[in-house]
């Protein structure tokens, strides 16, 4: 059974950072593309970045986020800086087969398989 664990999330104010963790069990974690999304109310679950053989990033998040991953721990981490309030939203880690795909590829939600279960990300302005 593949299981998908976030933490990391919470409350900061405008400018603040975060890190946001997601330990995968149950599948080959080298052999997965991981990639974050969000999703703020009323509005669809959107791309903010992959780790695969590459990295790809949303336009509105690069500069300011860093994907991250830990083969040896199963673990992926997005660094969020410089954070605004229209960043706010749940957060979603998710694990795509195959990482060597150009990055459109891993912009659609339907391309990854298994899902953790949201963590809540708020920025005070």
């Known amino acids: 059974q593949v299981q998908l664990d976030e933490s990391g999330g919470g409350l900061v104010q405008t400018g603040a950072s975060l890190t946001l963790s997601c330990t995968i069990s149950g599948r080959t974690f080298s052999s997965l593309a991981m990639g974050w999304f969000r999703q703020a109310p009323g509005k669809e679950r959107e791309f903010v970045a992959v780790?695969?053989?590459?990295?790809y990033y949303s336009d509105s998040v690069k500069g300011r986020f860093t994907i991250s991953r830990d083969n040896a721990k199963n673990t992926v981490y997005l660094q969020m800086n410089s954070l605004r309030p229209e960043d706010t939203a749940v957060y979603y880690c998710?694990?795509?087969?195959?990482?060597?795909?150009?990055?459109?590829?891993?912009?659609?939600?339907?391309?990854?398989?298994?899902w953790g279960q949201g963590t809540q990300v708020t920025v005070s302005s």
């Open positions: 780790s695969g053989g590459y990295t």
């Open positions: 998710a694990a795509a087969r195959g990482r060597y795909y150009a990055a459109t590829y891993y912009y659609a939600v339907g391309r990854y398989d298994h």
